[in-house]
C-alpha cells in the first residue's frame, strides 16, 4: 500500500475515531471557493473515506440559522478578507456582494510596522531596539498580540465632539491636545526576552480597518455601505437594520460599536445621504462566538430533516463526477431528478422553519440555546468549516 493510499486510512485512526461511512459530512464553505478545491474534496470524501452525503453549505447563510432569522447584511471579517453578502429572505443578493483584503492579515502587517518602528525588547538588564532580533517575531504571536492588547475606540466620533465642545469654550489649545497614549505592554517571548509593545501600537494599529494606508482604497465601512447600494431600493432599509458582524477580526474588543458609529457617520455624507436617507444601523448580539457562528449554522443544517434532500449522494457523485452549486442552477439535475426539490428552495423552507424555532428559543434560557442539545441530534453527522486560506482566527 504506497503512502497516498494509506494516509487517509491513517487519519481515519489518529484523528476522526469515528466511522465515516456513517456519517453524513456537511462542510460550511466561503461564498466563492474555487471548484477545484470543492471537487478535490469531495473525491476524497467519496472515494477515501465513503461518506454516505456531502453538503455544500455557504458560511454567510449558516450564519443567519443560530439567529433564526432570514434577512440580514453579513459582515465576515476573518483573516485574508472582509466579505459582504446581502441576505434577503434566505435568498443571497448577488449582486450585491463585496470583499476587501482588510482583515486580520492587513493589522498582522501594521502590528509588524509599529514593532518595527517602536517597540523595544529587554533581557533584564539591556534595553535593545526591535530591529535585535534575528527573525522577528511570529504570525502566531502576531496574532497573540492581536488577541491579547489590540482595541479599537471611538476615536473618530469622540474627538470630534471634544473638538467641539471646546472650541465652543474658546479653548485655544483644543487643536493641539492629543488623546491619552493607552499604557505599554510587556509581552514574554521566550522566558529570556520581553517585547515591550508600546501603547500606540494597542489602538493605531487597528485603524487601519477603517483608515487604510491608501486614501482611495475602501475600508470595511464604505465596503458595507457600498454593498447597500447595489441591493434593491426595497430592501435596503430591512438589511440595514440587520447586520450580523461574523469572523475572527470582529471580535476586537470595540469593533461594533466603532463600526456602527462610522457607518452612521458616514451615512450621512453627501456621498450616501441622498441615497440612503434617514437610514438606522442595527447589529444582532450573537449567541455564541463570532468566530465560530457559521459552524454552529452548520449543525443547525446537519440536525434537520431537510439535509437528506439538500446533500449529494456518494452514488450521484460516482454516476456523474459534478458538484451543485450552492444555488442548485443545474437544469441537468432537475431533469435526472425532478422527484427532489432545489437547494434554493430547501433553503427557503429551512430558513422558514429555522425562524419558528427561533422564537421557542428566545422564550428559553440562554442555557437552552447551548451546543450540547444540538449535539445530540446530530451524532450522526459532521460538520466542518472550512475558511478560504489559512486562517488564524
Same mark, same amino acid.
Given at each position: 500500500?504506497?503512502?497516498?493510499?494509506?494516509f487517509?486510512?491513517?487519519?481515519?485512526?489518529?484523528?476522526l475515531?469515528?466511522?465515516?461511512?456513517?456519517?453524513?459530512?456537511?462542510?460550511?464553505?466561503?461564498?466563492?471557493?474555487?471548484?477545484?478545491?470543492?471537487?478535490?474534496l469531495?473525491?476524497?470524501?467519496?472515494?477515501?473515506?465513503?461518506?454516505?452525503?456531502?453538503?455544500?453549505?455557504?458560511?454567510?447563510?449558516?450564519?443567519?440559522?443560530?439567529?433564526?432569522i432570514?434577512?440580514?447584511?453579513?459582515?465576515?471579517?476573518?483573516?485574508?478578507?472582509t466579505?459582504?453578502?446581502?441576505?434577503?429572505? #434566505?435568498?443571497?443578493? *448577488?449582486?450585491?456582494?463585496? @470583499?476587501? %483584503?482588510? &482583515?486580520? +492579515?492587513?493589522?498582522?502587517? /501594521?502590528? =509588524? !510596522?509599529?514593532?518595527?518602528?517602536?517597540?523595544?525588547v529587554?533581557?533584564?538588564?539591556?534595553?535593545?531596539?526591535?530591529?535585535?532580533?534575528?527573525?522577528?517575531?511570529s504570525?502566531?504571536?502576531?496574532?497573540?498580540?492581536?488577541?491579547?492588547?489590540?482595541?479599537? #475606540?471611538?476615536?473618530? *466620533?469622540?474627538?470630534?465632539? @471634544?473638538? %467641539?465642545? &471646546?472650541? +465652543?469654550?474658546?479653548?485655544? /489649545?483644543? =487643536? !493641539?491636545r492629543?488623546?491619552?497614549?493607552?499604557?505599554?505592554?510587556?509581552?514574554?517571548?521566550?522566558?529570556?526576552?520581553?517585547?515591550v509593545?508600546?501603547?500606540?501600537?494597542?489602538?493605531?494599529?487597528?485603524?487601519?480597518?477603517?483608515?487604510?494606508?491608501?486614501?482611495?482604497?475602501?475600508?470595511?465601512?464604505?465596503s458595507?455601505?457600498? %454593498?447597500?447600494?447595489?441591493?434593491?431600493?426595497?430592501?435596503?432599509r430591512?438589511?440595514?437594520?440587520s447586520?450580523?458582524?461574523?469572523?475572527?477580526?470582529?471580535?476586537?474588543?470595540?469593533?461594533?460599536?466603532?463600526?456602527?458609529?462610522?457607518?452612521?457617520?458616514?451615512?450621512?455624507?453627501?456621498?450616501y445621504?441622498?441615497?440612503?436617507?434617514?437610514?438606522?444601523?442595527?447589529?444582532?448580539?450573537?449567541?455564541?462566538?463570532?468566530n465560530?457562528?457559521?459552524?454552529?449554522?452548520?449543525?443547525?443544517?446537519?440536525?434537520?430533516?431537510?439535509?437528506?434532500?439538500?446533500s449529494?449522494?456518494?452514488?450521484?457523485?460516482?454516476?456523474?463526477?459534478?458538484?451543485?452549486?450552492?444555488?442548485?442552477?443545474?437544469?441537468?439535475?432537475r431533469?435526472?431528478r425532478?422527484?427532489?426539490?432545489?437547494?434554493?428552495?430547501?433553503?427557503?423552507?429551512?430558513?422558514?422553519?429555522?425562524?419558528?424555532?427561533?422564537?421557542?428559543?428566545?422564550?428559553?434560557?440562554?442555557?437552552?440555546?447551548?451546543?450540547?442539545?444540538?449535539?445530540?441530534?446530530?451524532?450522526?453527522?459532521?460538520?466542518?468549516?472550512?475558511?478560504?486560506?489559512?486562517?488564524?482566527?
Amino acid at each position: 500500500m504506497n503512502r497516498a493510499r494509506s494516509f487517509p486510512l491513517s487519519f481515519r485512526r489518529r484523528c476522526l475515531l469515528v466511522n465515516p461511512k456513517d456519517r453524513r459530512v456537511v462542510i460550511v464553505e466561503p461564498l466563492f471557493w474555487p471548484d477545484v478545491v470543492r471537487m478535490t474534496l469531495a473525491r476524497v470524501l467519496f472515494e477515501h473515506y465513503y461518506v454516505p452525503s456531502l453538503l455544500f453549505y455557504p458560511s454567510p447563510l449558516a450564519a443567519l440559522l443560530p439567529l433564526g432569522i432570514s434577512t440580514a447584511l453579513v459582515v465576515d471579517s476573518g483573516y485574508a478578507e472582509t466579505f459582504v453578502l446581502p441576505v434577503y429572505e #434566505g435568498y443571497g443578493v *448577488i449582486k450585491g456582494w463585496d @470583499a476587501i %483584503s482588510l &482583515a486580520g +492579515e492587513t493589522l498582522h502587517r /501594521e502590528i =509588524e !510596522k509599529f514593532l518595527q518602528e517602536h517597540a523595544t525588547v529587554t533581557d533584564g538588564h539591556e534595553t535593545k531596539p526591535y530591529q535585535t532580533l534575528e527573525r522577528g517575531v511570529s504570525k502566531e504571536v502576531l496574532e497573540d498580540i492581536k488577541v491579547r492588547t489590540c482595541f479599537l #475606540g471611538d476615536s473618530l *466620533i469622540s474627538e470630534s465632539v @471634544a473638538l %467641539s465642545v &471646546a472650541l +465652543e469654550r474658546n479653548d485655544s /489649545e483644543a =487643536e !493641539k491636545r492629543e488623546r491619552p497614549v493607552p499604557p505599554s505592554v510587556q509581552y514574554p517571548l521566550d522566558g529570556i526576552c520581553t517585547l515591550v509593545i508600546p501603547g500606540q501600537l494597542r489602538d493605531q494599529a487597528p485603524e487601519v480597518l477603517f483608515r487604510p494606508d491608501d486614501a482611495e482604497s475602501e475600508s470595511v465601512v464604505t465596503s458595507i455601505l457600498d %454593498s447597500i447600494l447595489r441591493c434593491p431600493v426595497d430592501t435596503r432599509r430591512a438589511l440595514a437594520a440587520s447586520v450580523v458582524v461574523a469572523g475572527g477580526t470582529a471580535m476586537l474588543p470595540g469593533f461594533l460599536a466603532r463600526l456602527q458609529l462610522e457607518l452612521t457617520d458616514l451615512a450621512k455624507t453627501e456621498k450616501y445621504a441622498k441615497l440612503l436617507p434617514g437610514i438606522d444601523f442595527l447589529f444582532h448580539s450573537l449567541p455564541v462566538p463570532a468566530n465560530v457562528v457559521s459552524w454552529v449554522g452548520g449543525a443547525i443544517v446537519a440536525s434537520l430533516d431537510t439535509l437528506p434532500e439538500q446533500s449529494l449522494s456518494r452514488a450521484r457523485f460516482l454516476e456523474t463526477n459534478r458538484l451543485p452549486d450552492w444555488t442548485s442552477c443545474d437544469p441537468e439535475a432537475r431533469q435526472v431528478r425532478p422527484e427532489k426539490i432545489s437547494l434554493a428552495t430547501a433553503l427557503r423552507r429551512l430558513s422558514a422553519t429555522t425562524a419558528a424555532k427561533g422564537k421557542k428559543l428566545r422564550r428559553s434560557s440562554a442555557s437552552d440555546v447551548n451546543l450540547p442539545a444540538m449535539t445530540s441530534t446530530t451524532s450522526k453527522v459532521a460538520v466542518a468549516s472550512l475558511p478560504e486560506d489559512k486562517a488564524e482566527n
